[in-house]
């Protein structure tokens, strides 16, 4: 089993709506977790960061981090076709690896 | 400059031969991360150094790779007598603090293709 799951889609959603993305882990060590976007052919860059469980928001993004359940999830509001992307969820402990899903696919259509 | 910089963009190389990739980091950060991204998967974690200290290598899958950072800028990760299965996206990636990876910086990858 991984230390991370996550569904690697493709989700398609027309625009405007609300996508929910999610990742589910098993080492309770985790502390730190994260949102990447990575667009083809491009390097994933920073898109969300918690740290521990709570909630956390920034313009039509959320991120939601449930530690009791090792469940994080991400909430984009209003999807634009710029959305179209694959979303890494990554996470780390005490040190410095980052571990990273698989990423979900995502597809907003006009 | 201004972004993660990583060269040979892409890299085709034979069975056996030994391959040199680069990374030049954002100016003045102090952390740079290798990881390995297969397609379809998420990035897989390497080794990382804090300026040329080469801090974790438990990601380095065996003896044919090697990285290093003499100077606390460039870096380079050397695989030896590659194999096939060695094909993979490896991305470099840095930070501007010690230890303060959430923020961190991939470059565009080298693609290496060994047949």
């Known amino acids: 089993q991984k230390e991370v799951e996550q569904d690697p889609g493709p989700l398609s959603v027309p625009e405007g709506a609300i996508v929910s993305l999610n990742c589910t882990y098993s080492n309770s060590a985790f502390q730190y977790f994260m949102w990447y976007r990575q667009y083809s052919r491009k390097g994933p860059e920073l898109l969300m960061y918690?740290?521990?469980?709570g909630n956390k928001e920034d313009g039509r993004f959320t991120a939601q981090v449930d530690k009791s359940s090792k469940y994080i999830s991400l909430f984009i509001r209003d999807s634009q076709p710029s959305d179209s992307a694959t979303y890494l969820c990554a996470m780390r402990g005490g040190g410095n690896k980052l571990t990273f899903g698989t990423g979900t696919q995502l597809k907003v259509e006009l | 400059g201004a972004g993660v910089s990583q060269s040979p963009r892409y890299k085709v190389t034979k069975r056996g031969q030994d391959v040199a990739l680069r990374c030049d980091p954002i100016?003045?950060?102090?952390?740079l991360y290798w990881y390995r991204q297969a397609l379809g998967q998420g990035p897989e974690f390497l080794t990382y150094f804090n300026y040329e200290a080469q801090q974790d290598k438990s990601g380095l899958p065996n003896d044919r790779f090697s990285a290093e950072r003499p100077e606390g800028s460039i870096s380079t990760l050397t695989i030896q007598r590659t194999e096939q299965r060695d094909s993979a996206m490896y991305r470099c990636?840095?930070?501007?603090?010690?230890?303060?990876?959430?923020?961190?910086?991939f470059g565009s990858g080298t693609q290496l293709s060994v047949l």
């Open positions: 918690t740290y521990s469980s």
């Open positions: 990636a840095s930070s501007l603090e010690w230890g303060a990876n959430e923020k961190l910086f």
């Open positions: 100016s003045g950060h102090v952390s």
